[in-house]
């Protein structure tokens, strides 16, 4: 679905990613994990791209379609998402109607507005989010959690082929955490893929983890499965790259 | 007695309704009855700067319009001159300090001063302006402060003429790419002080930050004039103005944030904080924010108000009575501009004179 | 396609910008004289007291000068603006009986539809008088009026006469002057004590002739307790030569009464919009003032709230949308004159292509106004380096028993949040759009329904031309 190849990217005069190759398929579920600093943000941003990223080397493959140079908003039609970190705060525009519009543009089909209301409200319910919220301005006088769900209340309604999430879980409350993983777990079928960058391993408790990537200093420097986790839980990043000294997992 | 008319002094940027009368000012002055200052503001030497009784060489670009004609007048009333030098790459140990004193034989005070902080260096300056006795005195000035590239400089300016004496003050300051300039303006006496400020951002990334502190009582009356003009590309600079208003003073705040097209990046932040202790107190602010380009962050706040009852009561639970406590609060919000008041000797001299002045209210 | 490329100016104000060809009855000669004045009087039928007030007035226009602060009027030359145009035809109650060139013009404009469905009365101005006035019954019989400023004049003198520019003297400004010597037009509204109008009143002006002024006067009072929405909207057709609009709304709001005053301006962009408004409040009323300037080359317009009686109450929402050869300069003034007094500020400009908004106010806090509030608010959005945007605020604050905040914002769209709604598939032109949709939201819902629609139309218009 997703193939990234010798991809190298900067900001400004610095370069962040120094040659880095991704393959996620269908159905897979896929962790990104490094130290502060290593890149992982920048990945989704180029992934997203964002005008502050440029891409210098490689490239950038989704459903056989090179998008190294697609705008944003192609990239999120063909199915591409993410979540924010910090996600915008946008007034007078409210969550509803933010939604509907996304939704439009993303599979351009019109629907009726009673019947997306009650989607969004059942969605809504199930991240544990007071219906008001659907109301009031985008991400306006959200608290830190609020927002998150947000954004995962998002992937819901735009049902995108692959999610990426980037440090969905820091700063959330124990309960606010399983929240979200309950909605990923959800949001998750055969056909779809999910690439969840983190640099803890909260979130990952529930959810079935098919390929786990270490990423240090704009490279990936080990690959393996699901019990990568438990080895970086256990002795850090520092013991995955033994040549660099780099902070380990608190 | 013969008055001399000092007028358009301190205009506002963008005239607004006359009515306000808050577009310029002017003051009234028996220029003729005055013997000139013949003192001496110097107390040492300073080891490294250069000082001279004369003005630069090179010719001085006109004046910010929002001066008005303040130069004008002070090169025709001029009885003092000052150059003072910042070598290159040089670090002052210590803060150069002029201490101007105003009375009878020494009555109308006119400086030019110039001072030049060339690439590199870094220094404090404090211009100090006193009077004391029953005739008339009246302080005249203007300061044009260079801030060549990557240099850091901290002018600090201290107006405790007599409540009998009057006072315009002008600040030109240019702040070339890199450097960073810090203007203290200290409205603490005069029954009438005009005091104004301009900052030009040439340079990119150049750097500024103009705080006012003012305490206005009795029936003295104040007008302000501050502005930064941002042209070089991510620049930043801010104002900040502070004071209290006691008895019929009289207050005009103007401060301008100016955004010239070009100066993508760059940010500016005005705030007013106005603590009013009288009923009697008039309080004017006009703080325009101007903009002719697009990538920039402009913001500006102005608070007026009683002091905070929650916090009075709060004092006051721990046993302060209220007087002292209203006192310390008005204290309190003048603190992050007195804290850049150095040396120590000094600050405590200007804070307790501003104790003094909340100590006499009612 | 093709048409989108071209001025949005052009495309979008089709309704607004057709002239009718000129078809005057009657019109003074260029320029301004005592004869003039003399003959828009004797031709109205009015009082004696009024002929005199006209020329007083023109004896203030004559020796005061052009204001010394605010855009550059040196366009204007008053020689060459024509004051007085009588349209051909009387003042009817029937749009059937308007005729059809000019009740087109208000069918393009939806003002006889809008009156079936949601307005409790509608009156409409075509250049210096009124064509059309009507009101429902049920409104009638309450004992509303809402009529003519002509018609007052001659029915209910003795009202008029005791308000008429008495919050807005002939000595404010050289256009107040102007508009005292030769006002023509306008709507008169009573409300009666305790009356609500479930509806809103609206009058319509719309300026046909070239080279023409519009000074049509405005005047409502509201006794105790009344409630009232007034809406206004203007409009003119685009011309080569400078038209100018200088008319006077003089508002009066009783005890406990509530006033909304709607504005929706969308004149030609040839137009020199030179207003004047202003109410008083009594205890504890409120006037509410919604304003949208979109259109004219300049404006200079700054409604004034007087509150005057203890505890009134006055808001002022604005919104003013600046492009290439406009110069808008508005805001608001307020006189907090009586104890617990409160005003809100919330004003909201965007610049783009050359366009230049300002925002101006005045703030005054009287020293008997004690335990006053005062709220302002300014954000300012530039969508290029042409443009430009200036806050000129000023606050005289005259007793220590206030509350009174200021805060203004400068700034751009910002690029993270375009990202953001890109990231959900929504296309950058669209992003922005949403963007200064969402900026100006807050004013919108202050607006009556339609207006709010056509300035969204307006404001996704402004982006689809501006990229392209």
Redesign the interface.
């Known amino acids: 679905m997703l193939t990234i190849s010798g991809l190298k990217a900067r900001v400004g005069d610095s370069d962040i990613l120094k040659g880095l190759d991704l393959t996620i398929n269908a159905g897979e579920t896929h962790v990104i994990m490094g130290p502060n600093g290593a890149g992982k943000s920048t990945l989704a941003n180029v992934i ?5 990223y440029v891409v210098t080397h490689g490239s950038i493959v989704f459903d056989g379609e090179d998008i190294t140079d697609a ?3 192609e ?3 063909k199915g ?3 979540t ?1 970190q910090n ?2 705060e ?4 409210t969550v509803e109607s ?1 939604l509907r ?2 939704r439009f ?2 599979t351009g089909k019109s629907e009726r507005a009673w019947d997306f209301h009650k989607e969004l409200l059942t969605l809504m319910e199930r991240l544990d989010f007071d219906e008001s919220y659907a109301a009031r ?1 985008l991400n306006i006088g959200f608290s830190g959690g609020e927002k998150k769900k947000n954004e995962i209340l ?1 992937m819901l309604a ?1 049902h995108p082929r692959l999610a990426i999430l980037d440090e969905t879980d820091s700063g959330l409350d124990v309960d606010a955490v399983k929240t979200v993983s309950e909605g990923v777990r959800g949001y998750k079928n055969e056909k779809n893929a999910l690439l969840i960058i983190t640099h803890s391993t909260k979130i990952l408790e529930n959810i079935k983890v098919d390929a786990v990537h270490i990423l240090v200093d704009g490279q990936i420097v080990k690959n393996g499965g699901a019990s990568l986790i438990d080895e970086v839980n256990h002795s850090g990043f520092t013991a995955l790259t033994p040549s660099k000294s780099i902070e380990g997992v608190s | 007695m013969e008055k001399n008319i000092l007028g358009k002094i301190n205009r506002l940027q963008i005239p607004t309704w006359n009515a306000l009368k808050i577009n310029d000012t002017s003051v009234m002055i028996a220029l003729e009855e005055m013997s000139a200052y013949t003192g001496n503001p110097l107390q040492k030497e300073y080891a490294g700067i250069r000082i001279r009784k004369e003005a630069p060489a090179e010719l001085r670009g006109s004046a910010p319009a929002i001066l008005g004609d303040t130069l004008g007048y002070v090169q025709r009333l001029c009885n003092y001159k000052l150059h003072i030098t910042i070598p290159e790459g040089f670090t002052a140990k210590e803060p150069v300090i002029l201490n101007f004193y105003l009375d009878r034989d020494n009555a109308l005070l006119s400086d030019e001063l110039f001072i030049s902080a060339e690439a590199g260096s870094s220094a404090s300056i404090i211009l100090r302006y006193m009077s004391d006795g029953d005739s008339d005195c009246f302080h005249c000035g203007y300061t044009t402060l260079d801030v060549k590239a990557d240099s850091s400089i901290r002018l600090i300016k201290l107006q405790m003429l007599a409540e009998n004496h009057m006072g315009v003050d002008a600040t030109e300051v240019n702040v070339e790419a890199g450097a960073n300039a810090s203007v203290v303006l200290a409205e603490l006496g005069a029954k009438k002080s005009v005091s104004g400020c301009s900052v030009q951002l040439a340079g990119n990334s150049a750097d500024a930050d103009l705080d006012g502190v003012y305490i206005v009582n009795h029936e003295r009356e104040l007008d302000m004039n501050y502005r930064i003009e941002y042209r070089g590309e991510n620049t930043q600079g801010n104002i900040s103005l502070r004071g209290a208003l006691l008895d019929n003073a009289r207050k005009t705040a103007k401060s301008t944030l100016d955004f010239i097209s070009g100066a993508a990046g760059a940010k500016g932040r005005e705030e007013e904080s106005v603590l009013a202790l009288s009923p009697e107190a008039v309080n004017l602010s006009a703080p325009l924010l101007l903009c002719g380009e697009d990538n920039v962050d402009g913001q500006h706040a102005t608070t007026t108000g009683k002091i905070d009852e929650e916090k009075l009561f709060y004092l006051m639970s721990r046993g302060i009575d209220e007087k002292e406590a209203r006192k310390l609060i008005a204290l309190a919000s003048f603190s992050s501009v007195l804290e850049k008041i150095e040396p120590e000797n000094l600050r405590e001299e200007i804070t307790a004179s501003i104790q003094e002045a909340l100590n006499n209210a009612d | 396609m093709e048409r989108k490329k071209t001025q949005v100016a052009e495309i979008n104000r089709s309704a607004y910008d057709t002239p009718n060809p000129e078809n005057a009855a009657y019109k003074v000669s260029k320029g301004l004289t005592a004869e003039i004045v003399t003959d828009i009087s004797s031709g109205k039928n009015e009082p004696h007291w009024m002929l005199e007030h006209r020329l007083r007035s023109l004896e203030v226009y004559g020796r005061t000068s052009l204001p010394s602060w605010g855009p550059s009027l040196h366009e204007l030359d008053m020689d060459q603006v024509v004051t007085y145009v009588r349209p051909n035809t009387g003042m009817t109650n029937d749009w059937d009986e308007v005729p059809d060139e000019i009740k087109q013009t208000f069918d393009r404009l939806g003002i006889p539809e809008a009156e079936k469905l949601s307005l409790s009365g509608v009156g409409a101005q075509y250049d210096s008088e009124v064509v059309y006035h009507s009101i429902k019954d049920e409104m009638r019989r309450q004992g509303v009026i809402y009529t003519d400023m002509d018609t007052a004049l001659h029915e209910y003198e003795e009202v008029v006469r005791k308000h008429f520019m008495k919050l807005i003297p002939a000595t404010s400004h050289k256009f107040a002057a102007l508009h005292g010597a030769v006002w023509s037009g306008g709507s008169f509204v009573y409300v009666p004590k305790g009356v609500e109008v479930s509806m809103p009143l609206q009058s319509y002006f719309r300026l046909n002739a070239p080279g023409a002024g519009q000074f049509e006067h405005t005047l409502i009072i509201l006794e105790e307790g009344a409630r009232l929405q007034f809406i206004e909207g203007c409009s003119a057709p685009r011309y080569n030569v400078l038209n100018l609009h200088a008319g006077c709304v003089e508002l009066y709001v009783g005890q406990g009464a509530t006033l909304r005053y709607s504005t929706i301006e969308n004149w030609s962009r040839n137009m020199m919009n030179l207003n004047s408004k202003c109410a008083a409040v009594e205890k504890n009323g409120a006037i509410e003032w919604v304003s949208g300037t979109f259109g004219s080359h300049i404006t200079m317009l700054y409604p004034t709230s007087i509150l005057q009686g203890e505890g009134a109450r006055s808001e002022f929402t604005g919104i003013s949308f600046a492009s290439a050869g406009q110069e808008l300069d508005t805001g608001t003034k307020v006189v907090h004159a009586a104890p617990n007094t409160s005003s809100m500020v919330s004003s909201k400009s965007i610049s783009k292509n050359g366009g230049k908004a300002i925002y101006r106010s005045a703030i005054t806090v009287l020293p008997e106004a004690k335990n006053s509030k005062s709220s302002v608010s300014c954000e300012s959005l530039m969508l290029d380096s042409d443009s430009r945007s200036d806050t000129i605020p000023v606050m005289d604050i005259r007793n220590d028993e206030v509350d009174i905040g200021h805060e203004a914002k400068i700034g751009r769209i910002s690029e993270e949040t375009v990202f953001y709604l890109m990231t959900r598939g929504i296309g950058e032109n669209e992003a922005k759009a949403l963007i200064v949709r969402g900026f100006v939201e807050p004013i919108a819902k202050e607006l009556p329904l339609e207006y709010a629609v056509e300035m969204n139309r307006l404001v996704t218009l402004e982006f689809e031309g501006s990229i392209g």
């Open positions: 997203m791209g964002h005008p502050d705008k944003t908003d990239r999120a039609k591409l998402f993410m924010f996600p915008e946008v007034a007078g525009i933010f519009t996304a543009a993303v301005h998002q735009l």
